[in-house]
């Protein structure tokens, strides 16, 4: 595939479908109420096949947004070659700055515990530092009762703040240093000026590939409160999420993509209603339907979840699916976002950073 011309015809798509960040509208005074108690034994909706059907639309909308200005840069070709994929427990030379820590004998994880910097960060990139078990011959986390014959640091290159750069760098090489000195080991810290363009060419890929979908249900008629919004989206699967004002659809725990799973869908209201003393007393009359695309495996079908999800939700809310500015887009729409994402799946997949995996949720965090 021609990277630029996919490129191209995803920047299109994007500046069609709208950036989502608006305000809530206007509120009326009276909300509709949840009911006193929700029915016993209600049970999330799962995977089933009506979540995978592709729903059919009467005037329904979306928005696709994009990070770090990436619509300036869609037209741009990516130059240089992919880095081999470092197999290892969490560092990986795809995404981070490895430097190498030599031994001239075993130490015990006891002694490089005590000399572990105190935070992992370099600026606003995360750092790790690793040991090779002297047993097992595995790369690992200082464990106590271990030792280690060789150690190595990785910063990571890029995030969702940007590229590292030189201060960043600086500091990590300053933390390191101290550690080396801490545990007697010889540092290899490669050149800064390598690492920074690495960074940067990493980001630069980055902000072409890195896009959310998301769509606004806004009610038709009653305003809808609180706990009638959440007792409606917990029919559909969603549960409260971390952040006040916003309900996730959990992803399935993949052990392979390493952490946390982050959520299929997520559903967003006003913050502070969702703060208020008595949040049902704050009529909502929007709420936002999203995923973020690097974020979500395509195994997870995120796209069918997003249209029957947002199908679903208009019918049970009253509800209307607008994008910011309150304006439908035609059905035919959805078929050609769903077909910019298969092809946005595999650019990223052909730069080993699959939607989903370990180094792709790393990368756009």
């Known amino acids: ?46 995977g089933g096949e009506s979540d995978r059907r592709e729903p059919s639309f009467d005037g329904a909308t979306a928005a696709a947004s994009t990070g770090r200005d990436a619509l300036d840069a869609v037209s741009m070709t990516i130059e240089g070659r992919p880095l081999r994929r470092r197999l290892a427990l969490r560092l990986d030379a795809l995404i981070d700055a490895i430097a190498p820590l030599r031994l001239e004998a075993p130490i015990s994880a006891e002694l490089a515990l005590t000399h572990l910097p105190p935070t992992r960060r370099a600026g606003s990139k995360p750092f790790m530092i690793e040991g090779l078990n002297a047993e097992t ?41 101290r550690f080396a000195e801490g545990i007697g080991a010889t540092a ?89 003393d008595d949040p049902n007393r704050a009529p909502l009359r929007s709420a936002a339907l999203a995923f973020d695309v690097p974020q979500t495996p395509a195994e997870a079908r995120p796209f069918e979840a997003w249209t029957a999800r947002a199908q679903a939700l208009a019918a049970d ?7 910011d500015r309150g304006q439908p887009l035609a059905a035919a729409s959805f078929d050609a976002i769903g077909d910019e ?25």
């Open 341 to 365: 994402l298969e092809r946005l799946y595999t650019a990223l997949a052909q730069r080993d950073f699959a939607a989903g995996s370990a180094a792709a949720r790393r990368l756009f965090s």
């Open 317 to 323: 809310l009253d509800a209307d699916l607008v994008d």
């Open 1 to 46: 595939m021609n990277l630029t011309i996919a490129l191209s015809i995803l920047g299109a798509l994007l500046i069609v479908a709208l950036l989502f960040h608006g305000a809530w509208s206007a509120r009326r005074a009276t909300g509709r109420r949840a009911v006193e108690a929700a029915p016993a034994g209600m049970a999330p909706a799962g």
């Open 137 to 177: 011959g595995e790369w690992e986390s200082p464990t106590p009762g271990q030792r280690y014959g060789e150690f190595q640091a990785g910063v990571q290159l890029a995030n969702r703040g940007g590229a590292l750069n030189e201060i960043e760098y600086s500091e990590f090489v300053q933390k390191i240093e």
């Open 188 to 276: 290899e810290l490669p050149d800064m000026l390598d690492v920074v363009a690495r960074a940067r060419e990493l980001d630069t890929f980055a902000g072409q590939h890195d896009a959310q979908l998301a769509l606004q249900l806004r009610a038709r008629g009653v305003a809808w409160s609180v706990g009638y919004l959440q007792q409606q989206a917990a029919r559909h699967g969603f549960v409260a999420g971390v952040v006040p004002g916003r309900l996730i659809l959990p992803g399935t725990e993949d052990e392979a993509a390493g952490g946390a799973p982050p959520p299929v869908l997520s559903l967003a209201f006003d913050a502070q209603a969702a703060l208020l």
